[in-house]
């Protein structure tokens, strides 16, 4: 299974913490970043192949590859507009890495092992998003309405009262469905306000067009790092992870 990890962005709204480092590589427990987790977390759910795409110091990420050294192939691919656009221009420019079964993933998602470990165990479906359970949201979630096991939307400008879920960042494509992105990439891609929108407008047109699944995890598997407070939250949850016991780098597919 091949992982294509977003992180081209510098992540302004971290200040300080990013003044001269990218969002993925902010720490969030000793000797260990947003990205060193997630390939731990990843090489332990048994993934072998990671594409990273990158942008700001990229020069950067591609030494904190070199340290992280591992069982597994990584690579990566520059953004060249990651200053000035969202990151449906990452995914789009990752869409020739696109040609087998996949999972995209956000370049600030933390989560344990598990979490991508059931993903790829999940029942088959050309698409399938992970999504955690949700009943109140702020402005920043990415909001998503399921009915039936299907996702029907999702956005951040959902109506918080029509959402019952949060995408977490994670998404697997397989057979049909790794076409179906890269068709629903070319259409979001073609929006006037492109270079401004996520990668996640693309799953919304495919939902709307082809059955996409959900793969739910708990609350407590996964965190995300937008602002300065969430990294607070965010590193107990890697402490509380790393306990005896704990879910990280445990699982294996």
Request: contains cysteine.
């Amino acid at each position: 299974m091949k992982v294509i990890i977003l992180s081209a962005g510098q992540g302004k709204r971290l200040y300080p913490h990013t003044i001269d480092r990218p969002k993925c590589l902010v720490p969030i427990a000793e000797n260990c970043t947003i990205l060193g987790w997630q390939l731990r977390q990843l090489e332990a759910a048994g993934i072998r192949d990671v594409v990273i795409v990158t942008g700001f110091q990229a020069k950067e990420v591609e030494e904190e590859i070199r340290r992280h050294g591992g069982a597994m192939t990584i690579r990566t691919l520059f953004n060249p507009a990651h200053a000035t656009a969202d990151n449906l221009t990452s995914a789009a420019l990752a869409a020739p890495e696109m040609d087998q079964d996949f999972i995209i993933l956000n370049g600030d998602t933390l989560f344990t092992a598990s979490v991508p470990a059931g993903l790829c165990a999940a029942p088959f479906a050309p698409v399938t998003m992970v999504v955690a359970w949700k009943d109140r949201f702020d402005e920043d979630d990415m909001k998503a309405i399921v009915e039936n096991g299907r996702l029907k939307a999702v956005a951040k400008t959902l109506d918080a009262r029509a959402a019952n879920a949060e995408s977490i960042g994670m998404i697997l494509f397989r057979a049909e469905g790794v076409a179906q992105f890269r068709q629903a990439l070319a259409t979001a891609g073609q929006a006037s306000d492109s270079a401004r929108k996520f990668y996640l407008s693309a799953i919304d047109i495919l939902a709307r067009q082809h059955p996409v699944a959900v793969h739910p995890v708990a609350q407590d598997d996964w965190s995300e790092v937008d602002v300065p407070a969430d990294l607070e939250h965010a590193r107990s949850c890697i402490e509380r992870w790393r306990q005896p016991g704990g879910a990280g780098e445990t699982a294996r597919t």
